[in-house]
Nanobody, 114 residues
Framework: QVQLVESGGGLVQPGGSLRLSCAAS????????MGWFRQVPGKQRELVAL???????NYADSVKGRFTISRDYAKNTVHLQMNSLKPEDTAVYYC????????WGKGTLVTVSP
């Protein structure tokens, strides 16, 4: 079984920064990608940022230039540095690990508010 534990969420003012982390443990086989998704009530979960083992990264247009995803291969962790946060970034952020199937964390709440 694979476990994902997210940390780093919280309350921040507009323009501020947060760093999310996700640590994967358990019976992890070949990792295809690790990434972050977010969801607000009433909306579908959406991709925020993704990094693949082949070295590519993808970002949602809404976060390009503000968010940076990074991965520590040795520790099976992935981080999301979020700068210049906006109120519309408020959401529950979920970590996803993709091997031959997707694994999800429980989510961490990010609230951007004055």
């Amino acid at each position: 079984q694979v476990q994902l534990v997210e940390s780093g969420g919280g309350l921040v003012q507009p323009g501020g920064s947060l760093r999310l982390s996700c640590a994967a443990s358990g019976s992890i086989r070949r990792i295809n990608s690790m990434g972050w998704f977010r969801q607000v009530p009433g909306k579908q979960r959406e991709l925020v940022a993704l990094t693949t083992t082949s070295g590519s990264t993808n970002y949602a247009d809404s976060v390009k230039g503000r968010f940076t995803i990074s991965r520590d291969y040795a520790k099976n962790t992935v981080h999301l540095q979020m700068n210049s946060l906006k109120p519309e970034d408020t959401a529950v952020y979920y970590c996803r690990l993709l091997t031959d199937q997707p694994y999800w964390g429980k989510g961490t709440l990010v609230t951007v508010s004055p």
